[in-house]
């Protein structure tokens, strides 16, 4: 039986060129080519969680306009459910802004939330069974903080579902909004901003993991890049290094992460064998340019595991 994760999140139409290098203030450089595609953190993690093979859900906005229409056509396209897809009148359909390093792969990213932002309590009200009846609930904060507070609050009174809190773009967070999380996936520059604590070492990261252990939250699992992953819970410590792989595009990487982990945990992984997963996933899609286009299907994944392990 499929297991239901319901992704609560953006969705963004990313407009993606490459550069020489990444430009600096006042600086204009030529690019090339443009390309336009599918994007925002939660459709991204939507996407990927379903080409992993779960039954998910899509609770998130849209505008009433051109990009909307895309955007709908592509994720039901991708398997992913959008009967609680809502569409608005009030403003536009989110973008992202996205330039690439034509040599290291690194990327620039501005996003106008638009629609994003209409993402409300209200809403999530009138989908309340499906949260609930979902294995895990996936959330990150390109979305309003209050509505993802209140979806927090509402699953963590209940036995299922697992929470997943992805604390990107990186923001200031309540350290009760936290504390609600099962799990809490921060990268190294996210969990300097949440902690307050400088991230240099790894020692640094395991500090600032076990700070917000404090707040409540079941397990840490911090992405490092070409550096790993790095989990933290009551009574495991363990740095998971990365899966060495040629970086074409970086652009959703910790989106590939995060649906990873979140299908691994569904499937009833414990946590480390889940990060494992989630690194292979994360891995796979940095070979490829683009976000939501680059997530790997479930069969790439088992093989790639399969021919690294020999």
């Known amino acids: 039986m499929e297991k239901r994760i319901t992704v609560i999140g953006s969705y963004n139409t990313d407009l993606v ?4 290098h990444l430009p600096k203030p006042g600086e204009t450089i030529l690019g090339g080519p443009f390309i336009m595609g599918p994007g925002g953190k939660g459709s ?10 779960a039954e998910v859900y899509f609770i998130g906005c849209i505008g009433n306009d051109n ?21 608005t009148d ?3 359909t989110g973008i992202a802004l996205i330039i690439v390093d034509d040599k290291t792969g690194e990327n620039m990213i501005v996003v106008a939330p638009g629609a994003n932002m209409e993402v409300n309590i209200e809403q999530i009200n009138a989908v309340k069974d499906i949260i609930l009846s979902s294995d895990v609930v996936l959330l990150q904060l390109e979305i309003p903080i209050e509505t993802i507070s209140y979806v927090l609050n509402l699953v963590s009174n209940e036995r299922n579902p697992l929470s997943i809190l992805n604390p990107a773009p990186a923001r200031k967070l309540d350290d009760k909004i936290l504390g609600k999380a099962d799990i ?3 990268n190294r520059n996210e969990l300097e901003i949440i902690t307050g604590i400088k991230i240099e070492t790894l020692e640094d990261v395991e500090k600032a993991s076990i700070k917000m252990l404090s707040y409540g939250t079941k397990g840490v699992v911090v992405t490092l890049g070409k550096d790993g992953a790095f989990v933290v819970t009551e009574n495991k410590r363990k740095h998971i290094p990365s899966f060495k792989v040629e970086a074409v595009d970086t652009t959703g990487a910790g989106d590939a992460f ?3 982990l979140a299908v691994a945990l569904s499937e009833g992984k414990d946590l480390i064998s889940a990060v494992t997963f989630a690194s292979a996933v994360a891995a796979l899609s940095v070979t490829k340019m683009g976000a939501a286009s680059s997530m790997p299907y479930r069969e790439e994944v088992e093989r790639f595991l399969k021919e690294y392990s020999n």
Do not use: M
């Open 17 to 20: 060129t490459k550069a020489p």
């Open 44 to 53: 991204n993690q939507a996407v990927c969680s379903a080409r992993l093979g």
């Open 67 to 87: 990009f909307g229409k895309i955007a709908k056509d592509f994720l039901l396209k991708e398997n992913v459910k959008v009967d609680y897809l809502k569409v």
């Open 90 to 92: 009030k403003t536009h």
């Open 184 to 186: 809490v996936t921060p």
């Open 258 to 260: 995060n649906g990873g």
